[in-house]
């Protein structure tokens, strides 16, 4: 099977989605699927005229909000409510705990618009949770791989 073409976009304020967004590049192009990141600063619905699949790697900011750079798309994305059924993503969120009530907010309030829009989640979300004490990069690898083979399998049953 050729490598399927994987977009990576990354919603951040202090950095730590990007790095994981690289980590996952990576770990992606060891199982064959060459996955480019995409910063969401400027981005707006047509993106998704790209195809292939999506990975959304955000954090959360404040009360429960997506970061400053993810806030354009977003508001567009709920502006121009575009016809999203074709497209397909991942979901990679970043939080903590501690905060009970906006627990991973910023990539939950994503999941629910693309949902909303048409889009179909490949398998399940990582919610990583910045107070547990462990590596986002190293957790968002491991979740990977069975992640990597959801999404090839849609792939392959959508060819």
């Not at 600063?41 to 999506?54: A, C, H, M």
């Not at 629910?112 to 107070?131: F, K, N, Q, V």
Request: aromatic content about 6%; hydrophobic content about 40%; glycine content about 12%.
């Amino acid at each position: 099977m050729a490598e399927a073409a994987l977009t990576i976009l990354v919603g951040t304020m202090t950095g730590t989605a990007e790095m994981v967004a690289q980590e996952l590049q990576d770990a992606f192009g060891g199982r064959g699927i060459a996955a480019e990141i995409l910063p969401m600063d400027g981005l707006d619905e047509t993106v998704f005229e790209r195809g292939g699949p999506f990975l959304v790697c955000v954090s959360t900011y404040g009360q429960g909000d997506v970061p400053d750079n993810a806030r354009d798309l977003f508001e567009r994305l709920e502006l121009a409510r575009p016809d999203l059924s074709a497209m397909s993503y991942g979901l990679v969120a970043l939080g903590d705990r501690t905060y009970t009530q906006t627990y991973c907010h910023g990539g939950q309030k994503f999941d629910a618009l693309l949902s909303e829009l048409g889009a179909t989640r490949i398998g399940d979300a990582l919610l990583h949770d910045a107070s547990a004490g462990t590596i986002p990069e190293e957790v968002a690898v491991e979740w990977s791989g069975p992640w990597a083979e959801a999404c090839l399998d849609h792939l392959r049953r959508a060819a």
